[in-house]
């Protein structure tokens, strides 16, 4: 598995997501935001948390018009991988990758601590490591991770099977208790909650270990 | 040349922040406010020329998530 981790100014999360994929096999690339190319042959972008941009305007939505997410889109577009972690999955709902916005905590307040997800389908690479239904714990650390989309958005989503985490107690107010969303074909994941942040045991848990295995396993044959 | 952005989140979005703004008021002992939403204004210092449809594509692109928000544009 070859992964990029962008790193946009702000970025604060992209050294633990690099040493996630790279615990997993991954052979890690960086990728700043002003360059125009992803390097040849990745097989995964992941765009990490932090506050790109200093959350200017909207959170994600400068990073979403930086020159490296013209070619993040283009490399979506041909089927490849991405994986926006928090403000990560701001950026894709801004750049138009996933369906829905982020707005604001329904309780106004930064909410930094381990919360409950339930894995809502494993029919996917990012999830294929998990058992539907099983419960994990993963850390939270955001003030803007109130899911929202239209209803039919929501249905849709519901419909295609591509609620990928839900929350297990709503702590932001999210949409039907969204944690994380996939794209139509699957390989487009978008969460606010940091899998990063639960793959060691020093971080004080390791159930985000899985995502990485799993995706590590099913591109490595890639 | 000046142009003037108005970026509101649609109706039926949530507002926390107005919300807070709205209890905030009542508290301070301003009856009668039955609702509070907040927004957003961003003035653009135009070259002449530049027209109310480039201020609209600029909107739709960047200053406002049509997903979320709404926008109306003033030129002066």
């Given amino acids: ?72 889109a283009t490399h979506a577009g041909r089927g490849g991988y991405v994986m926006g972690i928090c403000n990560g999955f701001q950026v894709l709902t801004e750049t138009g990758l996933l369906p829905g916005a982020l707005l604001r905590n329904a309780g106004l307040k930064y909410i930094c601590k381990t919360v409950g997800l339930k894995v809502e389908t494993s029919a996917s690479d990012f999830t294929a490591g998990y058992n539907a239904g099983e419960t994990i714990d993963i850390p939270i650390a955001h003030h803007d991770g109130n899911y929202f989309a239209d209803a039919d958005t929501i249905a849709m989503l519901e419909g295609e099977d591509r609620i990928a985490f839900t929350y297990t107690d709503n702590p932001n107010g999210a949409q039907a208790d969204i944690a994380g969303i996939l794209s139509q074909n699957r390989r487009v994941l978008g969460m606010m909650p940091h899998p990063e942040r639960a793959a060691d045991a020093g971080h004080g848990g390791t159930d985000g270990v899985a995502l990485f295995r799993a995706l590590a396993g099913a591109l490595a044959t890639a | 040349m000046k142009a003037r952005v108005h970026v ?69």
């Avoid at chain 1, 070859?2 to 997501?17: H, I, K, T």
């Avoid at chain 1, 992941?46 to 941009?53: E, K, R, T």
């Avoid at chain 2, 927004?39 to 070259?47: N, P, R, S, T, Y």
Wanted: aromatic share 6%; charged share 20%; net charge negative.
């Fill in chain 1, 1 to 72: 598995m070859r992964a990029a981790v962008v790193v946009f100014p702000g970025s604060n999360c992209d050294r633990d997501l690099a040493v996630a994929f790279e615990r997993a096999g991954a052979d890690v690339t960086m990728v700043w935001h002003k360059d125009s190319e992803l390097p040849e042959g990745i097989d995964i972008v992941g765009i990490p948390g932090g506050f790109s941009y200093g959350d200017y305007l909207r959170c994600g939505a400068i990073a979403a018009n930086s020159p490296i997410c013209k070619s993040v």
């Fill in chain 2, 8 to 76: 509101m989140l649609k109706a039926g979005v949530l507002d926390p922040q107005g919300e807070a703004v709205r209890h905030a008021l009542g508290a301070m002992g301003f009856a009668g406010v039955q609702g509070v939403r907040q927004g957003k204004v961003i003035e653009l210092d135009l070259a002449e020329g530049t027209t109310e449809a480039d201020v609209t594509r600029m909107c739709e692109k960047l200053l406002a998530n049509t997903v979320i928000e709404s926008y109306t544009v003033e030129m002066s």
